[in-house]
C-alpha cells in the first residue's frame, strides 16, 4: 500500500517532504514498545506508534523502517523531524487512535507483521 | 576470526542521555554500509548496536562500545563500569526487565533486549560481576 493512500485513510498530515508518499509499504506494526519493534519488525514496515521521542526515529533508522504514523494527534519536536528527515523516515500525523488507525488500514487490505 | 582489521571504532556511551542515544549505533550501521556488507548483516549487526548502546544508557554508570570489522567477521562488544548484573540468566529471558520509568516512557524496558542480542548474534558471550560491570561480545559471521 502506497503512503500517500494511507494518509488519505487515516486523515492524516504529512510532516516531511510529499515525494516520500510513493513511499510502499508491505506491512504494519502498531505498537509504544520500541523494544518490540527491535524484536519482531521486519523490512519495509510502517509503524505506528503514540511516542515521539527520538529514539523512535533511532528505532526505525535500525529497522529500515522509512515510513512512521504518529496516533492520537502527537507531534515530533523539530529536531526529532529533522533526525527523520536526515535519515529518508517519512512522517505522518493522525488524530486516530492507535486502534481505530490499525483497524481502517487493516480494512483497506494492510496486514500485520507476520511473527514467527 | 582472522587477525586482519578492516575497520575499528570506539564510542564513549554515557548513562541517561536519551537525546543522543543511538548515534553510535546510526555511525556502526553507515560505516557497515559503506563497506558495502550485505543489507541482512546490516541490519542484524544494527539491531545488535542499538541495543547494547540503550543498555549502556539505560542500565550502567555509562561504557564503552567497539566495532571491529575483519574480513569473515563483524564484532560489537561493550564494556561497563557497573553496577553489573545479579542474575546473568535471568537478565537472559524475554520478558525479565529491571528498566526505570525514564528508559519505559522512551519506549524500552520490555525485557527483550539482551535476547534479541542473542537471536541476532552468530556468536554471543556476557560476563558480569555484580558490583563491577559487564562485558558482552557478538559476532556475526560474514558470507
Known amino acids: ?116 | 576470526m582472522t587477525e586482519e582489521i578492516v575497520a575499528s571504532f570506539d564510542y564513549q556511551i554515557e548513562k541517561d542521555d536519551f537525546k543522543i542515544a543511538g548515534s553510535a549505533s546510526s555511525h556502526i550501521k553507515k560505516i557497515l554500509k559503506q563497506l558495502g556488507l550485505p543489507n541482512p548483516l546490516v541490519r542484524r549487526a544494527s539491531i545488535i548496536a542499538y541495543e547494547l548502546e540503550i543498555n549502556l544508557v539505560i542500565h550502567t554508570v555509562g561504557g564503552a562500545m567497539h566495532l571491529e570489522v575483519h574480513p569473515n567477521c563483524v564484532v560489537i562488544s561493550t564494556e561497563d563500569m557497573g553496577p553489573g548484573i545479579e542474575d546473568v540468566d535471568q537478565a537472559m529471558t524475554e520478558g525479565y526487565s529491571t528498566a526505570n520509568d525514564t528508559a519505559r516512557e522512551m519506549g524500552f524496558g520490555a525485557g527483550m533486549g539482551l535476547p534479541n542480542i542473542r537471536r541476532c548474534s552468530d556468536e554471543f558471550s556476557i560476563r558480569s560481576t555484580f558490583g563491577t560491570g559487564t562485558w558482552i561480545r557478538s559476532e556475526i559471521h560474514v558470507g
Open chain 1, 1 to 116: 500500500m502506497k503512503l500517500r493512500e494511507i494518509k488519505e485513510i487515516l486523515n492524516a498530515e504529512c510532516l516531511t517532504d510529499d515525494d516520500c508518499l510513493d513511499h510502499e509499504v508491505d506491512f504494519a506494526f502498531g505498537s509504544d514498545l520500541m523494544s518490540d519493534v527491535l524484536a519482531f519488525v521486519d523490512e519495509n514496515t510502517l509503524l505506528l506508534t503514540g511516542l515521539v521521542n527520538p529514539q523512535v526515529i533511532r528505532t526505525a533508522e535500525m529497522m529500515d523502517i522509512n515510513q512512521i504514523v504518529f496516533v492520537r494527534g502527537k507531534r515530533p519536536s523539530d529536531s526529532t523531524i529533522r533526525l527523520a528527515k536526515a535519515n529518508g523516515i517519512a512522517l505522518l500525523t493522525t488524530k486516530e487512535i492507535l486502534f481505530m488507525a490499525c483497524g481502517k488500514l487493516y480494512e483497506k487490505g494492510l496486514r500485520g507483521v507476520p511473527i514467527v
